[in-house]
């Protein structure tokens, strides 16, 4: 499992972001609130009451939280913590670029491709797709029953799935 520290998140962050507390720390996966482990990376929504209980309580090394909140100094022994603007984006922007899917790039076998088709390298297109006569950028993924018309053009860095 990978591990993060400051160095991986600073680079991320605007310089309207405030980092406090213990920088010597890691941590390596994001968990739904009631799974937060002492490896976790977890925020504080702006919205919720009692946001400096809920930073002395919860047990993740990092935490992201809005600018008004007030931090004690015991809390900055053993956390790290992140001030933003909106903790929410924050929190989305460092697990997007930190825990990026890995995908499989192949064309399944029971896709079915125009010849006319133009793919780019690294695209993945999944089982049951229909591609018409299209142009498909790199690092692209089509996913599984998806259905893409004659004309279209997808970009680079493009992830398609059927009924998302």
């Known amino acids: ?3 993060f520290n400051i160095f991986d998140i600073e680079k991320l962050l605007g310089e309207d ?12 996966n994001v968990q739904p609130v009631d799974k937060i482990n002492k490896l976790s990376l977890d925020w504080i929504d702006t919205k919720k009451t009692k946001k400096e209980e809920y930073l ?3 047990i993740a090394p990092f935490v992201i939280c809005d600018k008004e909140i007030f931090v004690d100094e015991e809390v900055l022994k053993n956390k790290c913590i992140i001030l933003s603007p909106n903790p ?4 989305s922007v ?9 995908i499989h790039h192949q064309i399944h076998e029971n896709a079915v491709i125009s010849r006319e088709a133009k793919i780019g390298k690294n695209v993945h297109i ?5 591609i018409g006569e299209v142009e498909i950028g790199n690092n692209s993924y089509i996913g599984k029953n998806t259905i893409v018309n004659d004309g ?12 998302n």
């Open 94 to 102: 460092l697990t997007t670029a930190l825990f990026k899917p890995i």
């Open 1 to 3: 499992m990978k591990e």
């Open 17 to 28: 972001h405030k980092i406090l507390g213990n920088t010597n720390l890691i941590f390596t």
């Open 126 to 130: 999944d089982a049951g797709a229909v």
């Open 56 to 58: 002395k309580k919860t």
């Open 88 to 91: 929410k984006i924050t929190f």
């Open 152 to 163: 279209v053009r997808i970009g680079n860095n493009v992830l398609i799935g059927c009924n």
